[in-house]
């Protein structure tokens, strides 16, 4: 298993610095939020594209992937009954797509629990919708794209694993695939996570992990118990990538981020 970064977690760094201080830490990659390169990151210019992976390759990290991806600009949403604010919502993902390709990630995660709000069964339509033309760009140029399940109340459409699951079945597109957030499935799931782990990887479905506590902060820093996560990831035979998503910074984000390598490198090393 590959560890990376969810960037936000150090936004208030340069670029350059985010990339030296999570290599420095053991990081091999950043799960990056475009938000935080800008409003228009999902259309930057080639010249900038090619910036930052060699930012990237000189401090010794990757793009692990792209995360947050409707967070900006504002306004979005794949669910609205607005064609111009549709069309601007997929003309953003299409390009978050091409951005991820572009600098060397593996997937992309569609969260993004506002802008996915649903008040019918149109608007749900019109997320699939969504979904099918990203994922159909995904497999194009050669990434995964993958829905997350959030958890109530944040997220009012696609809470559970199985809800993920029957939307990537219908798409029939593999490139569309589901992932686990522990935060959300320790909401929404009936089964602990590490359980929800042993379900769900041999289906072939399950492409991505994010690391979160319940309480918003990182592994290692709550009440959740993550040991039982990462033997179930080993005994399920995943190697992929696994990224550290807290929401809460404590005392600060350098500080947490240290304090979760910290934490789920010394795991991994125990089961090595």
Sequence with gaps: MKLSLCNEVIRELSFERQCVLAAGLGYRGLELAPFT?????????????????????????????????????????ITTADRAVWQRSVDVLR???????????????????????????????????????????????????????LARPDCNFVNTLAEAAEVVKRNGNPALTI??????????????????????????????VQFNDRSKRGPGQGGDRFAPVVQALRETGYTG??????????PDGPTCAA??????????????
Excluded: N
């Design 37 to 77: 390169l800008g409003d228009d990151a999902w259309s930057m210019p080639a010249s900038r594209r090619a910036e930052i992976r060699r930012t990237c390759a000189d401090a010794g990290v990757a793009i692990s992937g792209l995360h947050w991806l409707l967070a900006a600009p504002a306004g979005l949403s």
């Design 95 to 149: 390009g978050s797509v091409e951005l991820c390709a572009d600098l060397g990630g593996d997937y992309l995660v569609h969260g993004s629990p506002v802008q996915r709000r649903v008040t019918g069964p149109d608007d749900a339509k019109r997320a699939e919708e969504a979904w099918r033309i990203a994922s159909s760009e995904a497999g194009q140029a050669g990434v995964t794209y993958c829905l997350e399940p």
């Design 179 to 208: 992932m686990i957030d522990t935060l959300a499935a320790s909401l929404e799931e009936k089964e602990s996570v590490a359980d929800v782990v042993r379900r769900w990887m041999p289906t072939g479905l399950m492409a991505h």
């Design 241 to 250: 990538w696994v990224a550290m998503e807290p929401f809460v910074y404590e």
């Design 259 to 272: 304090r979760m390598i910290g934490y789920v490198a010394g795991l991994l090393e125990q089961g090595a």
